[in-house]
């Protein structure tokens, strides 16, 4: 008989969870309690590993094609890191091509063929008793997380926040810009768009408007920084508090099983969450249909991904902090800047190049 799930949250987790069970011969139903999926978002930068995921959820070539998604070709990649008066500390030659998708792109490519029901808050919905298997896919905040494990493994606030977006402009180069407590970042988001985003150590959000928050904490900074600020138009600004997920001992208890920032929230600075939601989709519809029965299946997704998502969960806070550190940062930058001039010193030059 046709096992049956119910997928709590249509976000980059669940939807990639819906696919992967569905390929594999389950019956998928996705609850997510906003009224659609959403129409607008910034780019997310997709790593090797989640791109070969999306190519076992069926989300081919083609539709990786259309708008929405963006290949950067390696040559164009290179990046910078800054000081807020603009001295270079370390330049990144570009090595690799950069695959971005706007978050509406991707989610409309997983949700294809996929039964969502909107407006469903899933403590109102019946149709949880009867499933097989429950993905807890519902975010950092994530309720299922709480009622499986209790009320002390709810999301941790990490002391900072973030503003972040997309303008309609290129700029002349890409990097980040470290200071005490606070970052700045400018990645390529298309041949004709930038993303950027920014993080500032704070226990609490602001109120919007958030450009003179902006340009209050970044306006004084180098001219890439002001250029880019320039651009920004307010309405399209996102803000949020950060927050990471604590150690959980099981990524499952019982049917129930958590994917995506319900298992793993994690601070921003490795660009690494919704990659990980896609992979932990693919992952769990591979082992639960390769297993005897769910629980082994959910077994065999825990040591999959458990270990190595904490450990990544670990490496983003830790990045943030040295990104931001307000002790030890002349330290920092003189060993990055060091760094920056070995590598110049031993980078073989490429043909044709002075
Ligand atoms: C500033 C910032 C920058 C980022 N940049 C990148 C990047 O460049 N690359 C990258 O890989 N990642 C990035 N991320 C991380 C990425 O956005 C998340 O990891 C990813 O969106 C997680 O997807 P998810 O499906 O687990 O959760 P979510 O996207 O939060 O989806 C959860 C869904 O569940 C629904 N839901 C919640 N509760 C219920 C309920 N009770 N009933 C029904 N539905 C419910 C919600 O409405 C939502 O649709 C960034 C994050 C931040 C904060």
Redesign the pocket.
């Known amino acids: 008989m046709k096992q049956a799930a119910v997928i ?8 990639s969870a819906a696919r992967a069970l569905k390929r594999h011969g389950w019956s998928v139903v996705v ?4 009224p659609g999926l959403p129409a607008s978002g ?6 090797p590993a ?1 791109l070969e995921a999306l190519g076992r959820l069926g989300v081919m070539e083609a539709s990786r094609r259309t708008d929405g998604w963006a290949h950067i070709a390696a040559a164009n990649t290179s990046t910078r890191l800054w000081t807020p008066s603009g001295r270079t500390l370390l330049t990144v030659p570009g090595g690799a091509e950069l695959h971005l998708v706007s ?1 509406p792109a991707l989610l409309a490519a997983l949700a294809q063929d996929v039964d969502i029901t909107f407006s ?4 109102e919905s019946g149709q949880i008793s009867d499933a097989d298997l429950v993905v807890g ?8 997380r709480q009622e499986i494990f209790g009320a002390r493994f709810a999301a941790r606030p990490l002391g900072a926040v ?1 503003w ?1 977006g997309t303008v309609q402009a290129s700029v002349p180069e890409y990097g980040e810009t470290w200071a005490p407590g606070a970052l700045f970042g400018i990645t390529p988001a298309g041949p004709q768009s930038t993303n950027w ?1 920014a993080s500032l150590r704070s226990g609490q959000t602001f109120a919007g408007p958030h450009l003179p928050h902006l340009q209050r904490y970044f306006g004084s900074w180098h001219q890439g920084v002001r250029h880019l600020l320039d651009q920004i138009d307010e309405d399209t600004i ?1 803000h ?1 508090g ?1 927050f990471e997920t604590p150690k959980l001992a099981s990524l499952f208890r019982g049917r129930t099983v958590l ?4 298992a793993h ?2 601070a ?1 600075f490795l ?7 896609i992979i932990d989709g693919a992952t769990l519809g591979q082992c639960v249909a390769l297993a005897p029965s769910v629980e082994a299946g959910l077994a065999a997704y825990n040591k999959a991904r458990r270990k190595r998502t904490q450990r990544l969960v670990l490496s983003s806070r830790l990045m943030g902090q040295f990104a931001m550190l307000d002790t030890g940062a002349a330290p920092r930058n003189a060993v990055m800047a060091a760094a920056g001039s070995i590598a110049r010193i031993i980078t073989p030059k490429p043909p044709g190049r002075p």
Not at 8 to 15: D, F, P, Q, T, V
Not at 120 to 123: A, D, F, G, N, S
Not at 259 to 262: E, P, Q
């Open positions: 709590i949250g249509a976000g980059i987790g669940g939807l609850l997510e309690q906003s910034t780019m997310l930068g997709m790593w989640a978050r469903t808050h899933v403590l896919a519902d975010g950092t905040f994530s309720r299922t973030a972040r985003y996102l949020h950060l994917v995506g920032d319900a929230a994690m921003p660009g690494r969450g919704a990659c990980e939601a």
